[in-house]
């Protein structure tokens, strides 16, 4: 029992021991943390970084994404059904307006056209004697007026049938490059069958759009770059046209630019990148995103004045990756705070590291 008892207050003495310590050591840190130069302390210097706020010219540009489109597209479609007698195309060629591209069978519509010409030039032949007799009061008005509507109607199914014989010839309704066809020859082409496509890829739009707020500062002939996947190369465009309203759904503006191709390097569908550059400031103030602090009615920072930390409010502009415009609350050459803002307080004793902005 008596070794029970010693073992106990053996325990009781280590622990008791191990309290003074710790009380002991937490006093001397802080302690030295009043005398140096931590964060801790009423009267502590905190050592942060700081920019000079430098007024320069700065670009507002704005990337979107978008695609590349043909300049004009068609699927090529027969208006009549028939076999297929002749293509006159190479797959991927260039070809141009008015080009022969595929015939159809025509040989009824020439027949049909043959016996309306040959009704017709009988019925030319019947209206001039009418017209003779007419002439010599040998008929009446109204029998030269049945032989002059049997004409008319004669000379319009002449147009109507040659009309159905030009829908047996495809050609091509714009300069441009074809594609890969879906017929082959004696085939029996209905309307509902896509011959080939056609494009025309020079110029070449591209096709985007922009957030609502920025509705007001894109206009016809803004210039805008772009680049694409698998190009190493930016190509430069044009806006020429932009839709009158904004998506309800969206919130977008949609606008189309022309970008030259001569090359044939964009294709159409490709997937663009597209900077558009919306205004131009002379002296804009701007700081790096982190040195602003949100609160609730608004932003602020802390500038660097006599050696002290100052919270000012700050209004602000364009945002861009890494920083941001501020139209007011600072002025050329203030020292803003860009590190250590959570921690800091109005008047806090501070020594600050200037770096580039």
Do not use: C, H, W
Request: proline content about 3%; glycine content about 8%.
């Amino acid at each position: 029992m008596k070794i029970r008892y010693i073992i106990y207050a053996v325990l009781a003495l280590a622990l008791a021991y191990f309290i003074y310590y710790r009380i002991t050591a937490n006093k001397a840190v802080s302690e030295s943390g009043k005398g140096g130069g931590g964060r801790g302390g009423s009267g502590a210097t905190m050592v942060v970084n700081g920019i000079v706020v430098e007024a320069a010219a700065f670009e507002n540009e704005l990337e979107v994404t978008g695609s590349i489109e043909a300049n004009e597209a068609v699927n090529l479609q027969s208006e009549i059904s028939g076999l297929v007698t002749s293509i006159n195309f190479t797959e991927g060629s260039n070809v141009k307006k008015g080009t022969v591209l595929v015939r159809i069978n025509d040989r009824d519509i020439q027949a049909q056209l043959q016996q309306v010409l040959t009704g017709q030039k009988l019925s030319q032949s019947n209206e001039n004697r009418a017209k003779q007799l007419l002439a010599k009061g040998a008929i009446s008005q109204e029998e030269y007026d049945t032989s002059l509507a049997e004409l008319q109607s004669l000379n319009a199914q002449a147009q109507l049938v040659r009309a159905q014989l030009a829908k047996a010839i495809i050609r091509a309704p714009f300069d441009g490059k074809i594609g890969l066809r879906n017929i082959s020859m004696g085939e029996y082409l209905t309307p509902n069958k896509i011959i080939a496509s056609l494009s025309a890829v020079n110029p070449v739009k591209i096709s985007f759009s922009v957030p609502e707020k920025y509705s007001g500062q894109i206009k016809v002939n803004s210039e805008v770059d772009f680049n694409t996947d698998g190009l190493n190369q930016t190509y430069k465009g044009k806006v020429y046209a932009i839709e009158p309203g904004i998506n309800a759904q969206t919130r977008t503006l949609s606008i189309k630019a022309l970008a030259q191709n001569p090359k044939n390097d964009l294709l159409p569908g490709s997937f663009a990148k597209i900077r558009l550059t919306l205004n131009t400031m002379d002296n804009a103030l701007l700081i790096p995103n982190e040195a602003i602090i949100p609160v609730l009615k608004g932003k602020t920072v802390f500038i660097s004045e006599n050696g002290k930390a100052k919270q000012v409010p700050v209004e602000s502009g364009t945002r861009t990756a890494d920083r941001i415009v501020i139209t007011s609350g600072l002025k050329a050459g203030d020292t803003v705070l860009t590190t250590g803002a959570m921690a800091l307080k109005n008047d806090a004793a501070v020594k600050v590291t200037v770096v580039n902005n």
